[in-house]
């Protein structure tokens, strides 16, 4: 229905070449009448609400229980509308329930689409009205058989109570409870076993059946409440899933006329248990189908998950491989000048490419950075943090680094907790957002960080998935910027992903954001509008321990007095460099490439006056080491040096007494005022 211009011929047209049958309405009240059984789907341009649309609501309403009839509602741009497509479609009467909303201009292959989607959607809603219809006639023709049948049955469930019975069951037992349930049952059916002993409720024969047991013909005198007592059959069949008991069926006959014909009787009976046998194997195997299906549906989902599993892994080293080779590009190219340069003697301009290759290297390592914290494998030192305080050291740089078009307010909470976070990497993180809100204003705007206190719910918690119930400390970055549109909502925290032009952004940043706000035991969210802007909210788990005082000002690092430190580390290049540093700086090293090494170092009796130890060593780890060390000498410090460690990406739990981590890669005069630190 489009009531304007020649859109409802417009599409009649496109749609009929597409071999649909096409009806036009010009009313809603027509419209309401063209709903029936036969119709597909329903397709209405936004102006066309803007009738009365009671019948359209009664016509609705009239559907029958299975039927949805999709709407396909063609909207008009709605950039200038705050609630969007959203709005429109609230237009629409509230029990149309089934609506894809198309904006316009659209292409034709989007419509068609939209329509064969829409009709899928129909057809299966069809099949069902066919499937219940032929259910429904299945249950009358069962109905219609029991009720006509001469003998009284009932369908018993697992708890022994009735699930259905015939008139003839109720003959005997009007309540439709089966013998054993009802406290005058042995009183009034009396029965007796081959050894002539009076058969009790716990061996009745539905009891029976429901424990697994096929018992057929146990004969009982019936005594009603009134009338003479009669002459019964009894049988019970259980039914199962399996080997599972799901049920019995409680075949009661009357023989008391047809004592002298019991061959008779009992050919009905069989015949009666083979139906209900044969209606048993079918829902087996019914059953058996659904259940294959199942597996088959839960096959091709694990199948999807690890196609998309593949993609990621695809997109992450691709990203990888790019920014290290440019990286790689600018140390080996400098390298080679230098080496170049020396070999010929002119060594008079090579500051500028060690400066080079010292940028590409530390380039490279804030990349294995960010990745590391995507990976939630960052080494981190979470500690109270005053999230307010460390927010308004950050103000100054902050402000410079946005454009003169970008304003920068920021709020405080009051007397708001401590989180326990690592402050450091959440300055990364809060600068990442800022720096992704900057870009998404080139035109200027509003830069807004607050903090607040956050309690999650479980309702909210229900609504997102990954996150934990629970109070959080909160930091949000607003923009007044584009916003995302819903694809780059769904892939904004993928690895390497960004919507800037090539050369200026890594895609590392969001990504980097939530790997460290899911290590750190909090969560992240993203709230965007498509031209009102974005808001990124970090949550961090309030601390338990009072925040630490600040540290007191270091001493300057002096060359060390001769002292002996035992060096463990795997990889030659990295003791090498480390070794010499050591010697530069006045120690004696005692190199060992692999625990088995140390250890025998160790356990010789050498003296030494401190341990630098790689965390990732192959068959003992440093932590493991460190521990076999410190029985040898208590009180020996343990420097660990690292990159990426299984279990140290949290040093409170990690380190001991005297222990301490630097990670690589790490600046030379870093790790000598480590080491300073730690033997002073």
């Not at 061959?263 to 048993?280: G, M, S, Y």
């Not at 008079?348 to 390592?365: Q, V």
Request: glycine residues 8%; charged residues 25%; proline residues 4%.
């Amino acid at each position: 229905m489009a009531p304007y211009g020649s859109d409802a011929a417009s599409v009649a047209a496109l749609l009929g070449a597409q071999n649909y049958a096409i009806s036009t309405c010009a009313t809603i009240a027509e419209l309401a009448d063209a709903i029936d059984d036969r119709a597909g789907v329903i397709l209405v341009t936004e102006e066309a609400l803007r009738a009365d649309l009671a019948p359209l609501r009664r016509a609705l309403a009239a559907q029958p229980d299975w039927s949805d009839i999709p709407f396909i509602l063609l909207a008009g741009r709605t950039t200038s509308r705050a609630a969007s497509g959203e709005w429109v479609r609230r237009q629409l009467p509230e029990n149309a329930l089934n609506v894809i909303l198309l904006e316009r201009p659209l292409s034709g292959e989007s419509l068609t689409s939209a329509v064969a989607a829409a009709m899928r959607s129909r057809q299966k809603q069809f099949e069902i009205r066919d499937t219940i219809a032929e259910l429904a006639d299945g249950q009358a023709r069962l109905s219609t058989l029991l009720s006509a049948l001469p003998v009284g049955v009932a369908f018993i469930n697992r708890d022994g109570s009735t699930l259905l019975s015939n008139p003839a069951f109720r003959r005997f037992l009007p309540s439709g409870d089966i013998p054993s349930r009802l406290p005058d049952g042995e009183a009034r059916w009396e029965g007796y076993d081959a050894d002539g002993r009076r058969i009790t409720r716990d061996r009745f024969a539905t009891v029976r059946a429901l424990k697994g047991e096929y018992v057929q013909g146990m004969e009982f005198l019936h005594h009603p409440e009134s009338g003479n007592s009669v002459w019964t059959r009894v049988s019970g069949i259980p039914l199962k899933t399996g080997d599972e008991v799901t049920g019995a069926i409680s075949v009661i006959v009357d023989i008391d006329d047809e004592k002298r014909g019991q061959t008779i009787l009992a050919e009905a009976a069989q015949r009666l248990e083979q139906q209900v046998a044969e209606r048993t194997s079918e829902l087996t195997a019914a059953l058996a189908r659904l259940e294959a299906e199942a597996k088959e549906r839960a096959r091709a989902e694990e199948a999807l998950r690890q196609s998309q599993k593949m993609e990621a892994v695809g997109q992450l080293t691709g990203g990888i491989a790019h920014d290290f080779n440019n990286l790689l590009t600018g140390i080996m190219g400098a390298l080679d000048v230098l080496r170049r340069r020396i070999a010929t003697g002119r060594i008079d301009d090579l500051d500028r490419f060690m400066d080079a290759a010292t940028a590409s290297a530390e380039r490279a390592a804030a990349l294995t950075a960010r990745l590391l914290a995507f990976s939630r494998r960052q080494s981190l030192d979470s500690r109270p943090t005053d999230v307010n305080r460390l927010l308004a050291s950050l103000e100054d740089l902050l402000r410079r680094t946005m454009s003169e078009r970008i304003d920068v307010s920021i709020a405080f909470a009051e007397s708001l907790p401590l989180a326990l976070v690592d402050a450091n990497q959440l300055e990364n993180a809060i600068l990442n957002l800022a720096i992704n809100a900057r870009d998404a204003m080139p035109q200027g705007g509003l830069l807004t960080l607050r903090t607040h206190l956050a309690p999650l719910d479980s309702k909210y918690c229900a609504e997102h998935d990954g996150f934990v119930e629970g109070l959080y400390v909160a930091v949000t970055v607003s923009d007044t910027g584009a916003g995302m549109d819903d694809a780059t909502l769904a892939k904004a925290f993928d690895p390497f992903f960004t919507t800037k032009p090539i050369g200026q952004g890594t895609g590392l940043g969001l990504s980097m954001v939530y790997g460290f706000a899911k290590q750190s035991r909090g969560h992240v969210s993203i709230d965007t509008r498509i031209g009102i802007g974005t808001d990124v909210t970090i949550y961090l788990p309030l601390a338990d321990e009072p925040a630490e005082r600040p540290e007191m000002a270091k001493q300057p690092v002096h060359d060390g007095d001769g002292q002996t430190v035992l060096l463990v580390e795997d990889d030659a290049a990295v003791r090498l460099l480390v070794a010499d540093v050591l010697d530069e700086l006045g120690y004696k090293a005692l190199e060992a490439a692999d625990p088995q090494s140390a250890l025998a170092v160790i356990e010789s009796g050498a003296h030494f006056d401190l341990m630098i130890t790689d965390v990732g060593l192959p068959g003992m780890n440093g932590r493991q080491l460190a521990e076999i060390a410190r029985k040898h000498l208590p009180d020996l410090p343990i420097l660990f040096i690292t990159g990426y460690a299984q279990n140290a990406e949290a040093r409170g739990g990690f380190l001991g007494r005297n222990m301490d981590m630097i990670t690589k890669p790490f600046p030379i005069d870093v790790l000598a005022g480590k080491i300073r630190e730690m033997l002073a």
